[in-house]
């Protein structure tokens, strides 16, 4: 069983109590409302810099516009109280709304854009906020300020500064414990995966855009949130708060605390905190003690300051991904691979595929059928369009014209995760695992979940068999395979061949009905290449058909059902094996035949 | 508007554009070959500006100033590479490693702003010209008046980047440096030591700032916190011709300083938002700026 | 909400009630000043807590009843900080009284917590017209200043503008202070039925302002009203475009620094509020002192003669105070009275309808003239 991989729930949820009575005892235990100032900056900071975290620790995707979304969700916040008259709580939903809609739209630059290019976008936008904030004097009041902002106070003078302080460290908790949910289900990930290689991510079934945009919008809701704080706890607001030191701020405390872990932003924002405190007085030297302490703690605790908490409380509040896993004993029930349903047409049709490159024509009018339970392979010298075919199928390229069936039905027009879900899978020529995912959670990757978010953010928080059930299936995959006990390394750590077996194990946990494969046994020895055969026989045993992309002629003869030819882009030859084989287009085609052999080609699909 | 003020604000534009440039190629060059570079670019520039005031008021001729910063700043430059990106390379595979060099090249900059301050304080500071006797120097250029200085800034940042681009494609460094760029692991085959190269793109980084330091002085009032303004703008020069094309950097440059100067003619109000907008939506129409190829990660 | 004490300095005030005023004890004088960031701020705030120091050590050195202790931090001229400071310096530091800061923004951020926790401040060189105004009404106001008042110096400016220029144009920046004051010298010039010939702005961190005053010699301004930061920047392109106006301003222009950059024979005619009148021996006593006192680092003699009166406000009401805590301190500034101020402030500067050190009367016109601003006759 796997009980040790499971994780009782109640031990990461009584930090969160702690946390909660932490929270609420400390302004009754403290009389100094200095103290419970910071204690309030420190929180809405923290949810800031949670929403920087997800989007640059698990997407990837650089932001250098934060305090635009913070100033965003702050001035909404004051404009809608001050000048509106909205209740503060509604004026704050509105003011973080309006921070939502402004990174949805610069999620769809980031679309468009990666890296240097969409930290230099973000910039430029936090730039025009900041411009806006200064200059709109009739909207924003500029340097000046707005006046009239109410104080989330609930109207007493006395308390009304730990009542703040308890409706900010009641969200903050709820975003921390969102945020865990997602650094510990399929939403990390997804992330990861997509931050690694969003073609691979693609054909694995996530839909990048969607991701990548949505995860814009959640890190801008968050830094409007806490821009809708800031507005409320000194109930006055200038632009002169909302430059870009802001933004490096969150992003120096995103960094010191821990890039992608859990408490990273809680204790890299208190750290920023502490030490603005401590050389508030140091004005001389204080750039050059900022300075020093980033060099030291980023040279010397790469990790940021929550590794070294880590090493000391890991038993606490990380869930294990390293160890647990590798204990898992072999099942009690056995697995079999998924099965297919079965079909009796062709699971996969390709109609007179073109598609063309410029002026160059890398495929030109070809036409393949696979069938149930078959492996059909496509070879053909280098640039023949095995590759372009392969990704026209896959949907990361559009091909100019003909048709793609999956199952009878017409996917020509659906982008590849849209496919991916209908039941096509593919494997990569130099394969695409998340480097920094174990390989149970590559396989893990694979499988679809039938839980939605919402019930799977509820069996997290209160479940103890949380996803145990998905872990056990990705285990009975590797166990198939024949590495299950290299289930919680990573992958760069895995040698070849194994990692080539990781990857068709992850694609076959997308209980494909098709199953595309570029090269798999590219680069490996004979054993290895024994080892991948006999897999890709048990996956077609399973009902799975098979397009096998090969240059290995020796171990596509052996396997292959059925096998496509192309020279130039064109087909040449289909047929059995043997029929191929012998056939002399097919090998003039390898042996450098001539150009007009390869142009008659098409007198030979009569025969096929 | 009148020709002698077209001409007027087109060598205001140049001038900046040119300093643009030459920060611009900086971050080019360090990011061709590591993917990371200075974000204290700017600073780098500001402290060489200062170091060449501080000169050439001790009364130091011009040619010495300029070898003595270039010499200090590339110095700083092989510092950089030591102390604050070379113990990075550890750390590469670690969650978030690729982004830290931000944050240590900040912490860089940091250190070199407030040793700046403490050296020469923190007000405005007045850098004499470099080859005038006076500041009131100026030229007719076609009914335009235009300092000596500036029209020399034009001039040598457009000489010293044809020199930078003979050095990259024309000698056998600079085509170690593209051989890195391409692959570290394939370079090191073929014989390239690739961590001098890394040394070596970061000194020259440096050294474009010295250059850009030196000229930059006498042109505008030197302070020191004025370096986040010129990374800005070489970050964004840099974007807008796209990281991947030393060409597209100086059209990009020129391109942001002309739209700069004529943005702040037309509308002043605003003056700063217009070349921002330039880049938003050049990024938006051509995402890796107007000459960078876009690569597909199909594998 | 009244300070919490917990100190043992509310229980010595409360015994020193008695005595009529307090007895020798330490002060804390807290200060909250941008001292990093753009010289626009770090050349006001430096130079402020130069004058402020100065009056300490002057106190000190004449046997000064109390032992004063300034606490002073950086905002970094950011809003947030600057509340979170003004916080600290109330809670933890236990301060009677702050002086601060530069921004008037910041003024305005915490301003209103002061008034509301009932501790004085003593804003300056902040410069808004707002700043007491708003609070005056209050009773008590906590809120006082020893700075410029902007209204005063373009009121000034513009009676003499108007009077000797045709044509006026109008260089300001971005930041919400220049809009602020770009707004008030455009309705001081309505009231006086001018029209500006020319306005435009520029962002604070700019390094050219070549189209900006391009546009003012295509529009033949004769006086240019300067009020962008970075008052150096104006006169750079004169030379190049054969352009020669007038330039008057912000008392920015006033800044030993803003001559070291221009050069003597470029600011010569230059125009600015004033509040220090250099013909006076107490300016140039004061002026040597300040230079004695921190060589290279003095550069703003107004600045620090403000400063400086603060601070002489500030150590005179604490021998004054009948209590040494916050409300004692206010009631002890708004009746201070026998200063011998370096700047124009009056020997009572304050009066329960009066929270500024600056009126309207003792704010004039200066003038560039060989290296000197002198009083400006007009």
Redesign the interface.
């Given at each position: 069983m796997f009980a040790e991989t499971s994780f009782s729930p109640w031990l990461r949820n009584g930090a969160y109590v702690a946390i909660a009575v932490a929270i609420a005892l400390f302004p009754l235990l403290t009389?100094?409302?200095?103290?419970i100032?910071?204690a309030q900056?420190l929180l809405y900071t923290t949810i800031a810099v949670i929403g920087l975290n997800l989007l640059?620790?698990l997407s990837?995707q650089?932001s250098l516009g934060q305090a635009g979304f913070y100033a965003i969700g702050a001035y909404g916040s004051a404009l809608l109280t001050a000048k509106l008259g909205w209740p503060i709580a509604a004026a704050m939903l509105g003011g973080i709304a309006l921070a939502g809609a402004a990174g949805c739209l610069v999620g769809l630059?980031a679309l468009?854009?990666?890296g240097?290019?969409l930290?230099?976008?973000t910039?430029?936008?936090g730039?025009?906020v900041e411009?806006a904030t200064?200059?709109w004097?009739d909207l924003t009041?500029?340097?000046?300020?707005i006046y009239g902002i109410p104080a989330l106070d609930f109207g007493s003078?006395?308390m009304g500064k730990a009542y703040f302080l308890w409706v900010v460290g009641a969200v903050y908790l709820a975003v921390q414990i969102t945020s865990d949910y997602v650094m510990h289900s399929r939403v990390r990930r997804n992330l990861l995966a997509l931050k690694e290689?969003?073609?691979a991510a693609r054909t694995a079934g996530i839909n990048v855009p969607v991701w990548r945009t949505a995860v814009f919008a959640v890190s801008s809701v968050l830094a409007g949130t806490a821009g809708a704080f800031?507005t409320h706890q000194?109930?006055?607001?200038?632009?002169?708060?909302f430059?870009?030191?802001l933004t490096?701020t969150m992003?120096?405390a995103t960094?010191?605390g821990g890039?992608?872990?859990s408490y990273g932003p809680l204790i890299g924002t208190l750290i920023t905190l502490m030490i603005?405190?401590l050389i508030?007085?140091l004005?001389?030297?204080?750039?050059?003690v900022?300075?020093?302490?980033?060099?030291t703690v980023?040279?010397l605790f790469?990790?940021g300051a929550i590794g070294l908490v880590q090493s000391v409380g890991k038993f606490l509040f990380a869930r294990s991904s390293e160890g647990s896993e590798t204990q898992a004993a072999p099942t009690d029930r056995a697995f079999a691979l998924p099965v297919a349903p079965p079909s009796t047409g062709p699971t996969l049709v390709v109609e007179n595929l073109t598609k063309r490159y410029g002026g160059v024509v890398a495929v030109r009018d070809v036409s393949l059928a696979i069938e149930y339970g078959k492996i059909h392979a496509l070879i053909g010298p280098n640039g023949a369009g095995k590759s372009t075919l392969i990704?026209c199928v896959s949907g990361?390229?559009r091909a100019d014209s003909g048709r793609i069936l999956l199952n009878g039905k017409d996917v020509s027009s659906l982008p590849a995760h849209a496919r991916a879900h209908m039941g096509l899978s593919r494997t990569?020529?130099?394969l695409?695992l998340v480097?920094?995912l174990t390989v149970l959670e590559n396989v893990q990757l694979g499988i679809r979940s039938t839980r939605s978010m919402p019930a799977d953010f509820f069996s997290w928080l209160l479940s103890s068999t949380f996803e145990v059930e998905e872990r056990a299936r990705a285990l009975a995959l590797l166990q198939q395979f024949g590495i299950a006990h290299l289930a919680a390394a990573r992958p760069?750590d895995l040698p070849y061949g194994h990692r080539k077996l990781a990857e068709l194990a992850r694609a076959m946990a997308e209980e494909p009905t098709v199953m595309l494969l570029d090269e798999p046994v590219a680069g490996l020895n004979d054993r290895e290449a024994q080892e991948i055969a006999d897999v890709i026989r048990r996956i077609r045993a399973s009902g799975t058909s098979i397009l096998l992309v090969e240059h290995n002629m020796e171990f596509v003869m052996k396997l292959a059902d059925r096998v496509t030819v192309l020279d130039y882009g064109e087909r040449i030859a289909q047929g059995a094996p043997a029929e191929v084989q012998v056939d002399p287009r097919v090998i003039e085609a390898y042996l450098g035949g001539s150009l007009e052999q390869s142009n008659s080609a098409g007198k030979l699909e009569a025969a096929s | 508007m009148s020709a002698a003020n077209f001409v007027q604000l087109l060598l205001s534009g140049l001038a900046m554009g040119a300093i643009y440039a030459l920060t611009a190629t900086g971050l080019f060059i360090a990011?061709l070959a590591t993917t990371r570079?200075n974000f204290g670019q700017g600073d780098f520039l500001m402290f060489a500006a200062y170091l060449s005031m501080a000169l050439l008021l001790a009364g130091v001729p011009v040619a010495l100033v300029m070898a003595v910063v270039i010499v200090v700043l590339a110095l700083m430059g092989w510092g950089l590479e030591r102390?604050?990106i070379r113990?990075?390379d550890?750390?590469r595979?670690?969650?978030?490693?690729?982004?830290?060099w931000?944050?240590?090249t900040?912490?860089?900059?940091?250190?070199v702003?407030?040793?700046v301050?403490?050296v020469w304080g923190k007000s405005s500071q007045y850098s004499p010209p470099l080859f005038s006797a006076n500041r009131q120097n100026v030229v007719q250029v076609f009914g335009a008046g235009v300092f000596v200085e500036e029209l020399l800034v034009i001039v040598v940042a457009l000489v010293a980047i044809l020199l930078f681009y003979a050095l990259l494609f024309r000698t056998r460094q600079g085509r170690a440096i593209y051989a890195v760029a391409f692959s570290p692991e394939t370079a090191a085959l073929l014989g390239v030591n690739v961590r001098r190269t890394v040394v070596l793109v970061f000194v020259l980084a440096s050294v474009l700032a010295a250059l850009s330091g030196v000229l930059v002085g006498p042109i505008v009032t030197v302070h020191p916190f004025m370096g986040?303004v010129f990374t800005?703008k070489a970050?964004?020069v840099?974007?807008l011709g796209g990281?991947a094309n030393p060409l597209g950097i100086l059209i990009g440059a020129i391109l942001f300083g002309v739209v700069e100067s004529f943005s702040n003619y037309i509308n002043s109000?605003?003056g700063?938002?217009y070349p921002?907008?330039l880049?938003?939506a050049l990024?938006?129409i051509k995402?890796?700026?107007l000459f960078?190829e876009a690569k597909t990660?199909?594998? | 909400?009244a300070i919490?004490h917990?100190s043992a300095l509310a229980l010595l005030a409360g015994f020193a009630l008695s005595i009529g005023s307090a007895s020798a004890e330490n002060v804390k004088i807290g200060v909250v000043q941008g001292?990093?960031g753009p010289p626009a701020i770090t050349d006001f705030g430096e130079s402020y807590l130069q004058g402020i120091k100065l009056a300490v050590k002057d106190y000190e050195a004449k046997g000064g009843k109390h032992k004063i202790e300034l606490?002073?931090?950086?905002d970094?001229?950011?809003?947030?900080?600057a509340?979170?400071?003004v916080?600290?310096l109330?809670?933890?530091d236990n301060v009677p009284v702050i002086i601060g800061t530069v921004?008037?923004?910041?003024v305005?951020?915490f301003a209103?917590?002061m008034q509301?926790a009932g501790v004085p401040l003593v804003a300056g060189p902040s410069i808004?017209t707002n700043i007491t105004a708003q609070f005056i009404k209050e009773s008590p106001s906590y809120i006082f200043r020893c700075s410029m008042v902007e209204k005063f110096q373009i009121e000034s400016m513009l009676d003499w503008g108007t009077k000797t220029f045709k044509k006026i144009g109008l260089v300001h920046s971005?930041?919400?202070?220049a809009?602020?004051a770009a707004k008030e010298i455009q309705e001081g010039l309505k009231a006086r039925n001018v029209q500006l010939v020319a306005v435009e702005s520029a962002?604070p961190n700019v390094s050219d302002l070549t189209p900006q005053l391009l546009k003012m010699k295509e529009a033949g301004a004769e006086l240019v009203l300067n009020f962008h930061e970075s008052f150096e920047l104006i006169y750079r392109p004169m030379a190049k475009l054969d352009y020669r106006p007038i330039i008057a301003g912000n008392w920015g222009l006033s800044s030993l620094k803003v001559l070291q950059i221009v050069g003597q024979k470029e600011i010569e005619g230059t125009v600015m509020g004033q509040a220090l009148d250099m013909a006076l021996d107490s300016s140039k006593a004061f002026v040597s002192r300040m230079e004695k006192e921190y060589g290279k680092a003095f550069r703003w003699p107004v600045i620090a003669a403000l400063g400086y009166d603060a601070g002489q406000v500030v150590l005179k009401a604490a021998d004054t105070a009948k209590t040494l805590d916050p409300k004692g301190m206010r009631d002890a500034l708004e009746a201070v009275d026998g200063i011998q101020a370096i700047s124009a402030t009056p020997a009572k500067p304050f009066g329960p309808q009066d929270h500024e050190c600056l009126d309207r009367e003792h704010v004039f016109l200066g003038v560039w003239k060989d290296g000197q601003v002198v009083r400006l006759k007009y």
């Open positions: 009389g100094n409302t200095f103290h100032h910071l900056t640059l620790g990837g650089m630059v468009r854009t990666r240097l290019y930290a230099m976008a910039l430029a936008f730039f025009m411009i200064q200059r004097v009041g500029g340097t000046m300020g003078s006395t290689n969003e073609s800031f000194n109930a006055y607001i200038n632009s002169d708060a430059t870009l030191n490096l992003l120096i960094v010191i890039l992608g872990a603005a405190e508030a007085s004005y001389d030297v204080s750039f050059l900022n300075g020093i302490i980033l060099l980023l040279l790469p990790q990704n990361l390229y990569f020529q130099n695409q480097g920094s760069e | 990011h570079l102390f604050a113990p990075l550890r750390m595979a670690l969650v978030g490693g690729q982004y830290s931000i944050l240590t900040m912490g860089v900059a940091l250190i702003q407030n040793v301050t403490l986040l800005v970050f964004a840099a974007s990281f109000a605003f700063d938002l921002l907008l880049v938003l990024l938006v995402p890796s700026g960078g990660d199909v594998r | 909400m919490k917990g001292l990093s606490v002073v931090y950086d970094e001229a950011n809003p947030q900080k509340v979170s400071l916080q600290r109330m809670q933890n921004s008037s923004g910041n305005l951020a209103p917590i509301k808004a971005t930041t919400g202070y809009v602020f962002a």
